[in-house]
């Protein structure tokens, strides 16, 4: 199949839908088609079957007044989850079966089968056979993904790993490169996972001995939202089908072990769900998706672009379908219109006014908050299920925009204002109807507080909500998985005193990013541990607890001066007693400033370079004809505007100048001076690390 194989129509548009995988394709009936079930925020369920040009509703219902968070199929039956019970249905609507669960949260994720019924909350799992619990399981970390094999139920979690449950127990558990955000079945004996950072995987199993196939990452880092997977190819081989975060849409062919692209298309918003099957040509196998704002769209292997038979007009397949969508839309239009002056007639006789558009209450926002490891900053991801007007951000701590005049990629998306001084503040304004807006945003360890975007939508009258995220102290660092070489120089931040083990895991948490919700498995000297990596520096933090006792142990200085810092901040707020004891260890300095020499090496001639360019702008006056320089001139000036990367050179002088404060600190002196700083800059510029270190040294 070529990337051009599969051509895009959009079906139809139901509600905003937030939740995943609640849009299904129902086996085939008399029909050689596939009906459509779709689960919406709004709580309604509608099962719609498609024709060339336009679709029946065989019904549309309000099933839940909350959003549908699962939705899952048994032969021609569903089944929905609403908060702790799930619900049964027939495929004409018609509820038959209620089941209540003993979960203490929402349930995420759900299965049934032959009288069976599997569920997972937050961090935990359990199984019912005749509506009696057979399994209770909670795990370490969030499950996001559940599938249920041969008696063995395997849990996809945010802490990296896919977890087999035999019997009430986790049996094996399986590492994989990322936190997991979809677990689906493939074939037999096969699984595939994608995760945050885009790697979509393909795990066998034998029993609960798993081993990975094959892997692809994604180079955008764009997260994995959805998969499924079909035999597009007709060559009996199941391909893996991706929906992604970022409305990109995959397919990849298992060859040999190896996952081959075939198909890439991008859909411009979120993908919530994503099937295959026949729904709307007979004979033709297509991809149905649905979006968050709630279009359904169809990518089909009829090519669309051949003439229609029987036109008289000679038009193809694609026009025609559009002239019968359009149709089909005015006397829907027609019908809307009557019941929208209908209610607006009952409204204005209790109000005597009526106000036009979306309610804010109907306003829903999708967001999303991720790091990007192997670009050392944060995308802010925000979409609304209508046009975006205009995004305000304000921060109440010192963060900045990644290349400001870039910071979003998006075409029809300006930065209309920013402040450069002080804590974050900034508008990006829509030029042209978007929903989706993506903007990358650059935090600084120990500085903490939220992150808050204000969401205005491009309707009268303006409506708008905020919503705020948390950026933590040591926001830059993630959780590795596997233990650390610690035999680096470490310095060591050592904690005692009268609190308990969820204080531990709260200090944790709120200063740390990936930290699980319950404590990992204690080793035999009674702690737990987890470790953790700065992505911009590479450097290692351990952390070890048990109740009443906490150690950290890194190689950064400043890593351990920032835990200090917020530790005893957040102990004086609960009065808590905590003894402190730091020991910094003599070659920690100059082993942490070793790790940054090649780097320092690289910004200190892109520092001299900086200071040449900055004097060749000041001669030429920024004017497009520079032939009166030499030709090395020339191309330094061009390399330069082609993006010299100077924010990343300013951040890493700025992880210097930190470690040489934090290192005089725990001297007891107060190094935060202009006269230090501006020394530290000139021996950084004029790089040496014999320099550096007899810096520090002094």
């Known amino acids: 199949m070529e990337n051009g194989g599969l051509s895009r129509s959009t079906l139809t548009s139901v509600g905003p839908v937030p939740g995943r995988n609640t849009l299904k394709l129902l086996p085939f009936g008399k029909s050689r088609r596939q009906k459509v079930l779709v689960g919406e925020g709004s709580g309604v369920v509608s099962c719609l079957e498609f ?11 309000q099933i839940s007044p909350n959003p549908i968070v699962s939705l899952v199929l048994d032969g021609d039956k569903f089944y929905i989850s609403e908060g702790k019970s799930i619900r049964g249905m027939t495929k004409r609507g018609k509820e038959f079966q209620q089941i209540s669960t003993n979960l203490s949260s929402t349930i995420r994720q759900l299965v049934v089968a032959d009288g069976k019924t599997w569920v997972a909350g937050d961090v935990v799992y359990a199984s019912y056979v005749d509506g009696k619990e057979k399994e209770y399981v909670k795990c370490e970390d969030s499950i996001t993904g559940m599938v249920v094999k041969n008696d063995i139920t395997f849990i996809g979690s945010v802490d990296n790993r896919i977890h087999a449950v035999v019997a009430g127990s986790i049996s094996a558990s399986f590492v994989v490169g990322g936190a997991i955000t979809a677990l689906e079945p493939y074939g037999d004996d096969g699984l595939i996972y994608g995760t945050e950072g885009g790697s979509v995987g393909y795990v066998r199993y034998d029993q609960c001995n798993l081993r990975e196939v094959g892997r692809v990452d994604d180079t955008d880092g764009e997260a994995v939202s959805v998969l499924t997977c079909f035999d597009l190819t007709k ?18 062919a298992v060859e040999a072990g190896e996952l081959r692209l075939m198909f890439h298309r991008n859909v411009e918003e979120s993908i919530q769900s994503i099937q295959a099957g026949t729904v709307t040509t007979p004979g033709y196998d297509e991809i149905i998706m649905c979006t968050f704002s709630g279009q359904i769209i169809s990518l089909t292997t009829e090519v669309l672009s051949n003439p229609e038979e029987g036109d008289k007009k000679g038009r193809d397949r694609a026009t025609c379908d559009a002239e019968m969508k359009v149709k089909s839309m005015i006397a829907e239009l027609e019908s809307l219109n009557n019941k929208v002056s209908s209610y607006k007639a ?4 209790k109000s005597n006014s009526v106000t036009e558009g979306i309610s804010f209450h109907q306003l829903q926002v999708n967001s999303n908050f991720v790091y990007s490891h192997s670009n050392s900053w944060y995308v802010l991801s925000i979409e609304l299920p209508i046009s975006i007007h205009s995004v305000l951000l304000q921060s109440n701590t010192s963060m900045s925009l990644v290349d400001f005049k870039n910071s979003t990629t998006q075409e029809g998306v300006v930065l209309s204002s920013i402040n450069l001084n002080g804590p974050l503040q900034a508008v990006f304004r829509c030029t042209e109807p978007t929903k989706r807006l993506q903007i990358r945003i650059r935090s600084v360890e120990g500085a903490y507080g939220d992150l808050k975007a204000t969401v205005v939508a491009n309707v009268m009258p303006k409506i708008a909500k905020q919503i705020s995220v948390p950026v933590k102290p040591l926001s830059i660092h993630h959780r590795v998985m596997t233990p650390i070489d610690v035999t680096v120089p470490l310095s060591t931040l050592d904690l005692q005193g009268t609190f308990s083990l969820n204080q531990v895991l709260e200090w944790v948490s709120y200063c740390l990013p990936n930290v699980p919700t319950s404590a990992t498995p204690a080793e035999e000297d009674g702690f737990s541990t987890l470790y953790f990596e700065n992505s911009f520096v590479q450097s290692v933090l351990v952390a070890k607890f048990q109740q009443g006792h906490v150690v950290f142990q890194s190689d950064s200085i400043s890593t351990i001066a920032i835990l200090r810092e917020v530790i005893s901040n957040l102990a004086n707020k609960r009065n808590v007693n905590v003894n402190i004891q730091f020991t910094i260890c003599p070659k920690t300095v100059s082993g942490f400033l070793s790790k940054l020499d090649k780097s320092l090496q690289h910004h200190s001639q892109n520092s001299q370079r900086r200071n040449i360019v900055d004097a060749l702008r000041e001669i030429t006056n920024d004017s497009k004809d520079v032939s009166f320089l030499s030709i090395e001139h020339q191309t330094l000036l061009k390399s330069t505007s082609d993006g010299l990367n100077f924010e990343s050179q ?5 992880v210097v100048y930190d470690l040489y404060v934090d290192v005089q600190k725990f001297k007891g002196i107060d190094a935060r001076t202009a006269a230090k700083h501006h020394s530290l800059m000139q021996v950084l510029q004029n790089y040496d690390f014999d320099a550096l270190l007899h810096f520090f040294d002094s």
């Open 346 to 349: 009952k409204l204005a006789k």
């Open 650 to 654: 300013d951040a890493l002088f700025g």
């Open 51 to 61: 024709r060339r040009g336009g679709f029946d509703t065989v019904f549309s219902k």
């Open 235 to 252: 060559d009996d081989k199941l391909d893996i089908i991706v929906g992604r975060d970022g409305g990109s849409v995959d397919v990849y």
